[in-house]
Every structure is written in C-alpha cells, then in structure tokens.
C-alpha cells in the first residue's frame, strides 16, 4: 500500500504562485511515476504533469508548460509542483497520484496511476 498526502493548497490572486507537495508513504521502493492531475468542478480530471521517479523525467501540459514545474526530493519521497504565474482557469483541486511500472497506461492518462492522494484546492482570483 502507497499512501500520498497533499499540501499547499490555497486562495491567490492571478499572477502569484503556490508550490503544492505531496508526500509519499508506505511501498515507495516501487513508485516508477508521479503525476498532478487537476479537477474543476463539473470537469473530469485532467493531468497537468509528471516524473519519471528514477530518472527524472518531466512531462507537462501544453496549459501549464513554462509557468508550472514538477520536481522529486527521492531521499524524501516527496513530489512538488510549483505553479507561477497563476491564472483563475488553473482553478481545481489538484491530485498527485503514483504508478509502478506494472500499472501500465500513458503518463497523461488517470489510467496511467493506481494510486492517488485525497486532493487539494487551489483556488485563482481575478
């Protein structure tokens, strides 16, 4: 069993920025990808990005590329998502989920992970 444990979530102004982290517990020798997905209401969940855990890899959505970064400290099992420049369609509860390399799916797919923490809210203001 994988636990993962999200924080960092809040209410800002357009522009500003918030750093999401999500800590992972429990069989973590097995995690082979992290990935932030995002929910708005009344929308299905969409990815915003992932890593590969051992190598470092990066993959974002074309919505979020140059203003989001997702990053790992692997001694620490956490995973990051640091969001710049803050727009109010980024409005969502945001997700960190987990795969092993037998999950199989796509990176960008919710398929793609077996595993997922309880969500936090990122709010955008106008």
């Known amino acids: 069993q994988v636990q993962l444990v999200e924080s960092g979530g809040g209410l800002v102004q357009a522009g500003g920025s918030l750093r999401l982290s999500c800590v992972a517990s429990?069989?973590?020798?097995?995690?082979?990808?992290m990935g932030w997905f995002r929910q708005a209401p009344e929308k299905e969940r969409a990815f915003v990005a992932s890593?590969?855990?051992?190598?470092?890899?990066?993959y974002y959505a074309d919505s979020v590329k140059g203003r989001f970064t997702i990053s790992r400290d692997y001694a620490k099992n956490v995973v990051y998502l640091q969001m710049n420049s803050l727009k109010p369609e980024d409005t969502a509860v945001y997700y960190c989920a987990r795969s092993t390399p037998s999950t199989g799916g796509y990176y960008y797919n919710v398929d793609g992970y077996d595993y997922w923490g309880q969500g936090t809210q990122v709010t955008v203001s106008t």
């Open positions: 890593i590969n855990w051992n190598s470092g890899t990066t």
């Open positions: 429990g069989r973590t020798f097995s995690i082979y990808r």
